[in-house]
């Protein structure tokens, strides 16, 4: 069976660029999450859907952060304008009906690299 | 305080030794609770859930209590595959997880 699904894996930008992370949840699970990764802060929810509705956004850094869930089996996680302080691994991971019995799939993850 | 605690290490332990580590948490509300596994420039991957009665898988063995607040894994029999940073995870309801900042293990030929 397909894991959840990242692109791109790597991503070196410029500062003031736009970034565009996507991800492809495990099919069939109904819970998707966006996490950021990095040595400082370690794993930081940014956002959190269910039924592909944000249930809650207030991980996300700022209003250079966006998140969209068109539907079931696609999510997009947005930085626009990027900055150098953006740069690190970006998670998506989906579950079965939220976390508390359910196992959380992560993706293999985004690697970002603003200069 | 952080939520979640744990001893970033590393653990620097010898092939075929026993390691044991611990994760406290602070919310004693908190439901339910998991290790999970992060090589190096990957994704983190459960390892076990951690029951209240404690339990085993293989060389695994994990402890809950609640009483202190406290989560341990204990490695018996440890290998050179099991060098990684494991993460304890806190559930505090639904999609609540609170991550630990992960313990470093290196396994030593």
């Known amino acids: 069976d397909a894991g959840v699904i990242q692109s791109p894996r790597h991503e070196v930008t410029e500062m003031g660029q736009e970034v565009t992370l996507r991800c492809k949840p495990i099919s069939g699970h109904n819970s998707l999450f966006w996490y950021r990764q990095t040595m400082m802060r370690g794993l930081e929810l940014l956002i959190y859907?269910?039924?592909?509705?944000?249930?809650?956004d207030s991980g996300m850094p700022e209003d250079r952060f966006s998140a969209k869930m068109p539907n079931a089996s696609f999510s997009t996680l947005k930085i626009q304008p990027s900055e150098p302080r953006d740069s690190a691994v970006y998670f998506c991971?989906?579950?079965?009906?939220?976390?508390?019995?359910?196992?959380?799939?992560f993706g293999e993850g985004s690697w970002l690299t603003v200069v | 305080r952080k939520e979640v605690e744990q001893d970033p290490g590393p653990f620097n332990v010898p092939e075929g030794a026993t390691v044991a580590f611990n994760c406290t948490y602070s919310?004693?509300?908190?439901?339910?609770f998991f290790w999970y596994r992060q090589d190096c420039r990957k994704e983190p991957k459960l390892l076990m859930s951690v029951y209240s009665s404690g339990n085993e898988d293989g060389r695994f063995t994990a402890q809950l209590n609640r009483a202190s607040q406290y989560i341990s894994l204990l490695i018996r029999d440890s290998k050179l595959s099991d060098s990684a940073t494991y993460l304890c995870?806190?559930?505090?309801?639904?999609?609540?997880?609170?991550w630990g900042a992960g313990t470093k293990l290196i396994i030593k030929p």
């Open positions: 859907f269910n039924n592909n509705v944000p249930i809650d």
């Open positions: 995870v806190v559930n505090r309801g639904n999609y609540q997880l609170i």
């Open positions: 919310n004693s509300a908190s439901q339910s």
């Open positions: 991971a989906s579950s079965l009906e939220g976390t508390v019995r359910n196992t959380i799939y």
